[in-house]
């Protein structure tokens, strides 16, 4: 199975931007299907976005579309969450998960391994 690890968060003031990476170890991350999750605290677990194995699709969460981009590179088995004008809604701790489905998630169904996650906090 996939092991994955975010790296990446920390503290920036509104309006920045933040780059995340999940790096994946112990099988290759084409094999699966990419996604981004956010928690934060006393809320429920938020899909910020997913990419196909081949990055031809993409989707996104409402509350963050326009301003967050995934991406991948499967050849460094490595996947990117590109945060632009951050805010400071967008606190949480940020996970990226793999899933074998055969079609695009827009929940956490179907998404079995899971990074530790990575914190991001926004100030105002």
């Known amino acids: 199975q996939v092991q994955l690890v975010e790296s990446g968060g920390g503290l920036v003031e509104a309006g920045a931007s933040l780059r995340l990476s999940c790096a994946a170890s112990g099988r290759s991350l084409s094999l699966y299907i990419m996604g981004w999750f956010r928690q934060a605290p006393g809320k429920e677990r938020e899909f910020v976005g997913a990419?196909?194995?081949?990055?031809?699709?993409?989707n996104y969460g409402n509350s963050v579309k326009g301003r967050f981009t995934i991406s991948r590179d499967n050849a460094k088995n490595l996947g990117f969450l590109q945060m632009n004008s951050l805010k400071p809604e967008d606190t949480a701790s940020y996970y990226c998960?793999?899933?074998?489905?055969?079609?695009?998630?827009?929940?956490?169904?179907?998404?079995?391994?899971w990074g530790q996650g990575t914190q991001v906090t926004v100030s105002s």
């Open positions: 990419i196909s194995r081949n990055s031809g699709s993409t």
């Open positions: 998960a793999a899933s074998t489905a055969t079609d695009l998630p827009s929940t956490s169904r179907g998404f079995f391994y």
